[in-house]
């Protein structure tokens, strides 16, 4: 069975760094890209970037580029996402997600979210 | 960006009644060479992630109920739920691939009447 699991509530002040958390056990990590998507209070979800852990390409989206950095550990099958800085503005909920096999920006499992809330 | 819109935002129907989804694409996302449409219908219930209903505009996903149908090719495109069941109240979500970035619909509210 395909499982993400994500790391827990954050709650940070603005400018203080951050990283995220998902783990992955169920299929072969090395063989899929695996991504982000932010899902700001009301709104749709958007696409922020992948990677393939095998070699670590990176592909963002480039609304985020710059911002963010996608990371993936293989000997841990665990994917990251690092924000150096926060602002207010990335007050959302994040996801995680495997792709599916054979495109770019189609996720076909998703972790269970990681609420982000940054807050002077 | 490709700019994806879905009509209406929100809608009520009857149980058993069905339910239908337009979603709206800015440019087309059919794939000439393999002649698919890179889009996608996810379901949202509240504090929970996004679920892949359909891919390729028509392919339910495994596990998903065949009330679930997807439809359309280019720029237009349909999710109907032919019998509402109670257990499909949820936000949907229509999502290209087509190119980067892959960009989501607004969202429609799917009620009981």
């Known amino acids: 069975e395909v499982q993400l699991v994500q790391s827990g509530p954050e709650v940070k002040k603005p400018g203080e760094s951050l990283k995220i958390t998902c783990k992955t056990s169920?299929?072969?990590?090395?063989?899929?890209?695996i991504g982000w998507v932010r899902q700001m209070p009301g709104k749709g979800p958007e696409w922020m970037g992948i990677?393939?852990?095998?070699?670590?390409?990176?592909r963002y989206s480039p609304s985020f580029e710059g911002h963010v950095t996608i990371s993936a550990d293989k000997s841990t099958n665990t994917a990251y996402l690092h924000w150096s800085s926060l602002e207010a503005s990335d007050t959302a909920v994040y996801y995680c997600?495997?792709?599916?096999?054979?495109?770019?920006?189609?996720?076909?499992?998703w972790g269970q979210g990681t609420l982000v809330t940054v807050s002077s | 960006d490709i700019v994806m819109i879905q009509s209406p935002d929100s809608l009520a129907v009857s149980l058993g009644e069905r339910a239908t989804i337009n979603c709206e694409s800015s440019?087309?996302?059919?794939?000439?060479?393999?002649?698919?449409?890179?889009l996608a219908w996810y379901q949202q219930k509240p504090g929970q992630p996004p679920k892949l209903l359909i891919s390729w505009a028509s392919t339910r996903e495994s596990g998903v109920p065949d009330r679930f149908s997807g439809s359309g090719s280019g720029t237009d495109f349909t999710l109907t739920i032919s019998s509402l069941q109670a257990e499909d109240v949820a936000l949907y979500y229509c999502q290209q691939y087509f190119v980067s970035p892959g960009t989501f619909g607004q969202g429609t509210k799917v009620e009981i009447k």
């Open positions: 990677i393939y852990p095998r070699d670590s390409e990176t």
């Open positions: 997600g495997k792709v599916y096999g054979g495109t770019y920006y189609l996720f076909d499992f």
């Open positions: 169920g299929y072969s990590f090395t063989s899929y890209w």
């Open positions: 440019q087309s996302v059919l794939y000439s060479s393999n002649n698919k449409n890179h």
